[in-house]
């Protein structure tokens, strides 16, 4: 039941979980990692073990690249250009999206299909319900690879812009920061009244989870572009969040959190836009 | 059908929405507002107005303070102590932790039984499901006043530290600034690539709803207090708020709302710390 030779370099927990699904899938996998000894478990169940980089790259057809950073996989990469030669790359590894970018040119240069891919799970979940994978850069690399990328989850291409996937990834791992620095903040404020930081996750879970729905409101506000909608202005905002860091700070906790959303609203209030919506922040984010 | 007389101060939005719900409850209401004229839809409606703040007091058992801030609450209240002698008064007014300690201590001095309350829902909500509305301060004054309170919507008693509800109302909006404002980082980041604000929040809202229950977790190493379960450490999370950063940057937008978070991991990292686990940052907050 073999349908076709994949190449999985890396087995950290994620290279690991992937060649464990494509495995389980019918695949015939061949795996590489620095560190020979985490090949053993995968060559029991099945798997072939290469010695070098390029034996690895030779006996597949698409190369999946997992490897701790953009360093590592242009290290482990670039000896090996030539066998990888008219294969499709499609690359896991943690980049920036112009990592992503980079190395999508780098690919060009040397006629290899590039995907740049960007994982919305953790390792336990890959191939099961909940797993999202995003792809970005070579189409024809995306057509090539997709019966094989949707045994890891859903497969979305984000488009030809090869940093689109790492981008989005990026984009939504920062506002999920930002709600732990919230419960982070939450937790502190009500440490000092001796609620425990369980009752307030309990509390911000259910708080945060009623006021998801009001991010879609934000949103229209922001793509409308008037940012006078009569929704909470600017100086109302402030004056709130004012309250917020001198709430915190009494009770002797720090603001650091909250203080530069405060400043992006004092910006915007100085420059006169104390009236408008209090999303026209995003505007002052824009730095070139 | 009246059950007792209740006075409210102020006739913003939420106080006016509180006095309907009363009145539609069948309490006696009399209102003061500072513009006379919003009291007259509440006349008109049934309730009775009263020309001054004494007056307004001395007809009612129970009083709402629904104020601009602490100094508007002041400014009225204490020229009226002696008419609030013996009676209940329930401010509502947003105030930090402190101010509601402050006007607890007065109201003590004067033999006014003081509640404060923090309200978490807006006007529209109140006396529907959803309102939830929090209580601290004397506990007499809870059991008087708690069939008029349940009116308005679910009410906790939070104990007898005045501030805590202000607290942990204060405490769960800044969990909210700082989810909102991790939209609108991802939408800026996002903009760059041709993606509306729309289609972020599409995907912001589903993965930070995917993502609310880790929250337990968080907090569960944070009450645990030893920061080694093996979770994700403050060097890993170092590195990965370092790429969000780099990501914004290189897409032409500020890093400032990631900016913090990073610096306590960085600060954790410079003490010895790198190896534990990230929540750790919350005891960096302390700051007496």
């Keep these: 039941m073999t ?4 190449t999985v370099l890396g087995l950290g927990a ?3 979980a992937i060649t464990d699904r494509l495995r389980e899938s019918g695949y015939a996998t061949t795996v590489w990692n620095r560190t020979a000894a985490k090949t053993e478990p995968h060559v029991e169940a099945g798997s072939t073990a290469a010695d070098t980089v390029a034996g690895a790259v030779t006996a597949g057809d698409i190369i999946f690249v997992v490897l701790l950073d953009h360093a590592s996989v242009h290290e482990r990469l670039e000896p090996v250009a030539a066998e990888l030669e008219g294969k499709v790359v ?8 112009n990592e992503a970018r980079t190395t999508a040119a780098w690919a060009a240069e040397h006629g290899i299909a590039y995907l740049d891919g960007a994982i919305m799970a953790v390792p336990d979940m890959i191939g099961r319900p909940g797993s999202r994978l995003l792809y970005s850069g070579d189409e024809n690399a995306y057509a090539i690879a997709e019966s094989v990328l949707k045994t890891l989850g859903t497969a979305e291409f984000e488009g030809a812009d090869p ?33 425990s930081a369980a009752d307030t996750a309990e509390e911000t879970t259910a708080w945060l989870g009623a006021m998801l729905p009001s991010l879609h409101g934000l949103a229209a506000i922001v793509d409308g572009g ?5 929704g909470q202005s ?9 309250s917020l860091i001198t709430a915190s700070r009494e009770q002797g ?13 004092d910006e915007l209030a100085a420059i006169g836009h104390g ?3 209090w999303p026209r922040i995003i505007e002052l984010l824009t730095i070139e």
Tied chains: 1, 2.
């Design 90 to 97: 499609v690359n896991l590894t943690t980049t920036t999206p």
């Design 163 to 195: 940093g689109v996937a790492a981008l989005k990834d990026m984009a939504l791992l920062s506002a999920m920061e930002l709600m732990f620095a919230g419960l982070i903040q939450a937790a502190a404020m009500m440490r000092t009244v001796g609620v």
């Design 275 to 277: 009236a408008d919506d």
């Design 234 to 242: 600017v100086d109302f905002t402030r004056a709130a969040a004012a």
């Design 14 to 16: 994620m290279g690991s």
């Design 253 to 265: 906790i720090s603001a650091d959190l909250l203080e530069p959303q405060k400043k992006l609203l």
């Design 3 to 6: 349908k076709g030779k994949i």
């Design 226 to 230: 008037g940012y006078r909608t009569g």
